[in-house]
């Protein structure tokens, strides 16, 4: 299973009809964002992808995986 740290690199992408192994956390994210790629060999072309750390500047506010990390 995906971690929310492996998840919110960007780096890596799950299939729309796999939301179930999406990191509890990330159903409540403002930086969920669910993409197609134009080169796909499979039926369903969207995947989910965390654009957290898209950006260069920093976001206004943290992902729920940092915040609960925080609170800690």
Same mark, same amino acid.
Request: charged share 25%; with cysteine.
């Given at each position: 299973? =995906?971690?929310? &740290? !492996? $998840?919110?690199?960007?780096?890596?992408?799950? +299939?729309?009809?796999?939301?179930?192994?999406?990191?509890?956390?990330?159903?409540?994210?403002?930086? =969920?964002?669910? &993409? !197609? $790629?134009?080169?796909?060999?499979?039926?369903? +072309?969207?995947?989910?992808?965390?654009?957290?750390?898209?950006?260069?500047?920093?976001?206004?506010? =943290?992902?729920?995986?940092?915040?609960?990390?925080?609170?800690?």
């Amino acid at each position: 299973m =995906l971690t929310p &740290e !492996e $998840f919110r690199t960007g780096q890596h992408s799950i +299939p729309l009809n796999l939301a179930e192994e999406l990191p509890e956390c990330c159903s409540r994210c403002r930086f =969920l964002i669910f &993409e !197609e $790629f134009t080169v796909c060999f499979i039926d369903a +072309p969207f995947y989910y992808q965390c654009a957290y750390s898209w950006t260069e500047k920093a976001p206004d506010s =943290l992902p729920p995986c940092l915040a609960e990390d925080s609170e800690a």
